[in-house]
Nanobody
Framework: QVQLVESGGGLVQAGGSLRLSCAASGLTFSNYAMAWFRQTPGKEREFVAAINWSGDNTYYADSVKGRFTISRDNAKNTVYLQMNSLKPEDTAVYYC?????????????????????WGQGTQVTVSS
């Protein structure tokens, strides 16, 4: 049974930092590309960042480029999202996702239906 479990969310002031983690189990982690998405009530799921299986290639939404960093540790079956210079508009539930197309060879990383597995989400709230 595949499980993706996010952690690290919380309440932070604008300008602050948070580090999200997503621990994977029940799959061969290095076979999967990983990504982070976020969603607020009434809005569509929004791509945040993605990373290929080896960590050599990363992708970011323009809204987070230069502030967020995605990374992974295949030995720990974990993907991370370091979020710096947080803004109130970053407030959302953050989800991690796993995709068997581990090098994003078929579709763009931001296409959320491509992902095979999703976590339950972790809330990030940025106060102004």
């Amino acid at each position: 049974q595949v499980q993706l479990v996010e952690s690290g969310g919380g309440l932070v002031q604008a300008g602050g930092s948070l580090r999200l983690s997503c621990a994977a189990s029940g799959l061969t982690f290095s076979n999967y590309a990983m990504a982070w998405f976020r969603q607020t009530p009434g809005k569509e799921r929004e791509f945040v960042a993605a990373i290929n299986w080896s960590g050599d290639n990363t992708y970011y939404a323009d809204s987070v480029k230069g502030r967020f960093t995605i990374s992974r540790d295949n030995a720990k079956n974990t993907v991370y999202l370091q979020m710096n210079s947080l803004k109130p508009e970053d407030t959302a539930v953050y989800y991690c996702a796993a995709d068997l197309d581990r090098n994003f060879a078929i579709r763009t990383p931001s296409y959320w239906p491509r992902y095979n597995y999703w976590g339950q989400g972790t809330q990030v709230t940025v106060s102004s």
